[in-house]
């Protein structure tokens, strides 16, 4: 049974930081790239960074130069370190990856950024 389990969402200030974490289980999580996602309310859930199987990084427009995707194969997780937090980061971050042809989401950490 693959899981996905996301933690480390809060409540921080403008210019703050937070990491947010994406325990895996049931996979092969070193030969599945990863990625993390978001839904503001009222909002399409978007892509917010994503990382390959190598290790290669992409990033939306409104995160580079702020937020940093890393994993770490050893203990099956993958991080989301976002720096310079703005009102508008504010959302429900998702973690997700694609297992035998399917999708897996987490179920959400919510992240609320004040002005």
């Known amino acids: 049974q693959v899981q996905l389990v996301e933690s480390g969402g809060g409540l921080v200030q403008a210019g703050g930081s937070l990491r947010l974490s994406c325990a895996a289980s049931?996979?092969?999580?070193?030969?599945?790239?990863m990625e993390w996602y978001r839904q503001a309310p009222g909002k399409q859930r978007e892509l917010v960074a994503a990382?390959?199987?190598?290790?290669?990084?992409n990033y939306a427009d409104s995160v580079k130069g702020r937020f940093t995707i890393s994993r770490d194969n050893a203990k099956n997780t993958v991080y989301l370190q976002m720096n310079s937090l703005k009102p508008e980061d504010r959302a429900v971050y998702y973690c997700?990856?694609?297992?035998?042809?399917?999708?897996?989401w987490g179920e959400g950490t919510q992240v609320t950024v004040s002005s």
């Open positions: 997700h990856t694609g297992w035998g042809g399917t999708d897996y």
């Open positions: 049931g996979i092969i999580f070193r030969f599945v790239a």
């Open positions: 990382i390959s199987i190598g290790g290669s990084t």
